[in-house]
């Protein structure tokens, strides 16, 4: 599992892609985009990897070079564009496939801020042919080093107001909230007056990412940082963590109260949840009044939140629930078959680090033995 942690300082496609290589993906495949050619308005592309120092800390930054004459262009042109792209590069079908994933939420996106349809739409500064290398580019790199769970902090977004070719707008910048709002990415501002998020790299965690609005509990595996081109008050660096992902599991705690629901619809809500979550807990309470309440838990995949409070909402008399996100670490866990007793049992056996637990299944030990 990779990582992103844009809660500080924001994200942008160059951000992404200098993170991504100081992780150890391979920047050969950045510099394949130097060889992109018959792309109306793009005369060269010149690709670049640098050391650079942030505030103490030590980053990779890609810098994209372009001999370009066209700086604005239409939804479809776009489009065109990457398959174009993804053809010279070699990408592969799966990177080709979640680039334009990454590029249809842009082209939503702008197209709903204007009025317009997605085709249509015309872009100014998403119009560049680096908004197809930070997507394209960007899930080679990440198929490159065979992560294939991706999570994500909040982004931070900065606040003031940012001067486009529209004239000045406030930070986020309308695009990025329509992604936002759309798929459910949290965001969260500072006191530092610039656009810290991009409508592209904004896009690109919302084809790739789940979020966490805290950092998970993990052991890292191995550190990249990726910085971007301005130089801020913090430190203007984008880091991915490379992590086990069988360590731990981000999950979210639901939580309701029920004082006006019968036994058997209880029983039956609990056999429909179960359906939905990780775990179900039923606890008995005194509530307001002092009226005895069922105390309703679930324990839900973070990817799966809306399913099971719509599941709440449909199978209990509930109208409303409480939910924060909560971090899971689980032993590793495999059936063996032993011979034990003259019989032949399954047993759990979990592990975790040099500690092992051995549980023999409850209902192999009660069977009756045959002849």
Known sequence: MIIFEPHLSGVSGDMLLSALVDL???????????????IEGVASVKIKRERVKKKGIMATKIDIELDEHVHSRHGHEMKEILAITSKTVEASTWAYEKASEALDYLLEAEA??????????HLHEAGSFDTILDCLGYFM??????ENKVLST???????????????????????????YKKGIPLIGNEIEAELATPTGVALLAASANFSKALPS?????????TGSKDLDIANVLRATIANEEDFEEMVLVETTLDDITGEEIGFALTKLQEETKEVHLLQGIGKKNRPVFVLRLLVEAGKLDGAIKSLFENTTTIGVRYWPVSRTKMERVIETKFSDARFVRVKVSRHGDLQKEKVEFDDLTKPEKD
């Open 24 to 38: 150890g993906a391979d920047f050969s495949l950045l510099e394949r985009f130097s060889s992109v050619t018959g």
């Open 112 to 121: 709903e801020v204007h009025g317009e349809e997605p085709e249509e739409v």
């Open 141 to 146: 790199l990440l198929e490159n080093l065979e």
């Open 154 to 180: 909040s982004i931070c977004v900065g606040s003031g107001v940012v001067k486009t070719c529209h004239g000045l707008l406030p930070v986020p910048v309308p695009a990025v909230t329509a992604i936002a």
């Open 218 to 226: 993990m052991v890292p595996c191995k550190v990249g940082y990726g």
